[in-house]
């Protein structure tokens, strides 16, 4: 008897864990694991809800570990919904609801992919299942508490695979090897309020801010490394937060977002703002006060034999090759590099996050094959 990951995935669903709610979706997963021989442990922290599940001797020398995530994004409109949005409703051979690609699907194929290998073909070796109900919010509780935990406890994974959506248009398109470093920094520029009849009374903070966004803007970071794209510099808000139009603000703020590729670290480019933020101190006579929040390094798998293994499932039972890509945005990958090698695979995500969010069962059903497969012959 096989594990249905489509009916798994539709359990799921009918959970509503947005986050931080749990929702009943770990529960039901701990359950499913634990039937199968699994030694399961919830490693809750702060408030979040994570699991972790082995099946096989602690330390064994070889162990493949999967990482995903139970929790979902808000629903938005919810009469915007063709079907309610936790109904997990099949219609015209797709199953519609929040996380139904983003990643609840995910977790299922590789839930039912491990169960189905443990019980039918029992390894020489261990498979480790970690699962967080924290990927969509702050992220500082849950595969980070899975790991802190790990390492606690001498548990390890020897490659991990973390189940995201990674192709843009079709089933096999794409293998994340890398992820890009995300830096927002946060820019509040002080005057002097004062009358706009006469500027020469106060100190108007907003040509200083012009200049420090158009220069920053301007700036190359770089042109692009081996595996990834150029970095980029989006200035994603500037505010006074004044109605008047004949005062002079006494500050205005101006926050960016930097998504940076293995030529930087988070650290460079904090240094490098913070120059030009002096620069700007110095020319206008203005205060500059910075903050920064690093939500992840650039990081990259090199291409090789954890890279190679998962590309050779994914053309086995798609008869797409994968292109390895470093797109996108982050993920929970950007804590497991520190841990092991990690390459994310999963299903198109062209409905993530989006009302009517809906995934074709074809591909949950392949998914479940592909990871199968990457299981028989990591162990083989």
Known sequence: MTTDPVDLTARLIRCPSVTPVEGGALELLEGVLSDAGFDCTRVDRGGTPNLFARWGEKGAKRSFGFNGHT???????????????????????????????????GVAAFVAAAVD?????????????????????????????????????????????????????????????????????????????GHAAYPHRALNPLPAVARLMDRLASHELDTGTDHFDPSTLAITTIDTGNPATNVIPA??????????????????????????????????????????????????????????????????????????STTGGTSDARFVKDHCPVVEFGLVGNRMHQVDERVPVEQIETLKRIYLRMLRDYFA
């Open 71 to 105: 929790d979902v994004v808000p629903i938005g409109d919810e009469t915007a919904w063709t079907h309610p949005p936790f109904s997990a409703h099949i219609a015209d051979g797709e199953l519609w609801g929040r996380g139904a690609q983003d990643m609840k699907s």
């Open 117 to 193: 290998f443990v019980t039918q073909e029992p390894p020489d070796g261990a498979v480790i299942v970690a699962i967080t109900g924290d990927e969509e919010g702050d992220a500082t509780d849950g595969t980070i508490a899975l790991l802190d935990w790990m390492a606690q406890e001498g548990e390890r994974m020897s490659v991990c695979l973390v189940g995201e959506p990674t192709s843009p248009d079709h089933m096999g398109q794409m293998i994340k090897i890398g992820r890009r470093g995300s830096l927002t920094a946060f820019f509040t520029v002080k005057g002097k309020q």
């Open 251 to 324: 500050q205005a703020k101006a926050t960016i977002n930097i998504r940076f590729n293995d030529a930087h670290t988070g650290a460079q480019l904090q240094s490098w703002l913070k120059r030009e933020a002096d620069r700007i101190q110095d020319e206008f006579g203005v205060v500059v006060d910075l903050e920064f929040k690093l939500s992840g390094e650039s990081f990259l798998t090199p291409p090789g034999a954890f890279s190679d293994l998962v590309s050779s499932a994914v053309l086995a039972e798609t008869n797409h090759r994968p292109e390895l």
